[in-house]
């Protein structure tokens, strides 16, 4: 959708608040995290300065530090929030943890995502000793992203 269309969406419903969900975990057929996260993000930004109304974006963004980011997911959502922190607009990010899988951010992290392996040979290859279905508990930054999405089994 147009910055313009938009805009006149925004300006004729009244809006105050708009939340940016919008996310794709990774390029494919059908899926551009560059157009998602920030091309769509860009034109958002402008309908919201061309609306004439005091709006606030909450946008939804990623756990972590761009030091961490080793994705097109992870880095194209960074530039959003650059885009959204020098945009002038009234925003708020919110940064909830990782979903997907086991746990999103610890595939991430240790490249089954990115490298297309088993989480079992990501996790060999990154010296990680706990078993699969267990890690969410394993370190702070794991754990914040899976906020035990998936029951650990209790072993007899």
């Known amino acids: 959708m147009e910055a313009a269309t938009l805009a006149r969406l925004l300006r004729d419903h009244r809006i105050d608040v708009v939340v940016n969900c919008l996310g794709v975990l990774q390029d494919g057929p059908g899926s551009d995290t560059a157009a998602v996260h920030r091309d769509f993000v860009a034109r958002l930004l402008q309908a919201i300065r061309d609306s004439d109304r005091a709006i606030r974006l909450v946008h939804i963004s990623i756990p972590g530090t761009p030091e961490s980011d080793r994705t097109a997911f992870s880095t194209t959502k960074r530039e959003a929030e650059r885009l959204i922190a020098e945009s002038g607009v009234a925003f708020t990010i919110l940064r ?61």
Do not use: Y
């Not at 610890?106 to 989480?119: I, M, T």
């Open 96 to 156: 909830p943890g990782l979903r997907g899988g086991a746990c999103g951010l610890w595939r991430q992290r240790h490249g089954a995502l990115a490298g297309g392996v088993s989480a079992r040979s990501a996790r060999r290859r990154a010296g990680c000793a706990v078993p699969a279905g267990r890690h969410g508990g394993h370190c702070r930054d794991h754990r914040l992203a899976c906020r035990r999405a998936i029951p650990a089994r209790r072993t007899p």
